[in-house]
């Protein structure tokens, strides 16, 4: 089983909503990330979880938080965005363990995405 | 900087004809080389990956891929198209930062197949 499940797979919110989405995997992966992704346009990677801690923050706004609050779950908390924020979230997961430099390159599996139109 | 490239926006190829989709890297060391697809409003799929050994390696859907180091690319291939194989497909490395494993991806090649 590959699965990594998004919820919601589409939100709209208004400028000074606040609004949370959620990712889910039950592979045992210790490794989560939350990738944006604009139309036609490949992933950028946005956050790394590794064993539940932040481990990557690729210079994200702080109106975008991330939160691990276990192993299976990763949430991406939105305050204040704005309407260039819109576009497909993606969560995704890998059993790659941080610092751990035996590992023998891991898949990254990806969830179906959360679309999100901030208006 | 480490990176992907993939040189072509888009690539055509008729139905029952073989494919290539092309990407090089540029990495320090031994490279850990991913292919995805992405159909329209979904996530990215995971296809094949190379990590060492045969440099030929076989994923889904009857798509392969051959690693070059000389050449530095690793190109996907496929022996011959079909129209549900049309999508977005994108490159990717694996790389280590901070003690942190984080996945890079290419600009995407979008491969119509037509009919």
């Known amino acids: 089983d590959t699965e990594v499940t998004q919820t919601p797979k589409h939100l709209v919110m208004g400028m000074t909503n606040k609004k949370s989405l959620k990712c889910e995997q039950h592979?045992?992966?210790?490794?989560m990330y939350w990738y944006k992704q604009k139309a036609k346009k490949p992933p950028e990677l946005m956050f790394v979880y590794s064993y539940e801690k932040l481990s990557i923050n690729e210079s994200v706004p702080s109106r975008f938080s991330p939160e691990c609050p276990n192993s299976s779950l990763l949430n991406l908390h939105l305050h204040a965005l704005q309407p260039e924020d819109s576009a497909l979230y993606l969560c995704?997961?890998?059993?790659?363990?941080?610092?751990?430099?035996?590992?023998?390159?891991?898949?990254?599996?990806f969830g179906e995405g959360s679309w999100l139109t901030v208006v | 900087a480490q990176s992907v490239a993939q040189p072509e926006d888009q690539v055509n190829v008729a139905e029952g004809n073989p494919l290539t989709v092309k990407c090089t890297y540029s990495?320090?060391?031994?490279?850990?080389l991913f292919w995805y697809v992405q159909y329209p409003n979904r996530g990215l799929q995971f296809l094949l990956k190379y990590i060492t050994g045969d440099n030929l390696v076989k994923g889904s859907y009857g798509f392969e891929a051959e690693f070059n180091k000389s050449q530095t690319s690793f190109h996907l291939k496929k022996p011959s198209a079909l129209v549900s194989d049309s999508a977005l497909y994108f490159c990717a490395v694996r790389l280590l930062t901070s003690g942190t494993y984080k996945y890079i991806f290419g600009t995407g090649t979008r491969l119509k197949v037509l009919a």
């Open positions: 592979m045992g992966h210790r490794a």
């Open positions: 990495v320090s060391g031994n490279p850990y």
């Open positions: 995704a997961s890998s059993q790659d363990r941080g610092g751990d430099r035996a590992s023998t390159g891991n898949t990254i599996y």
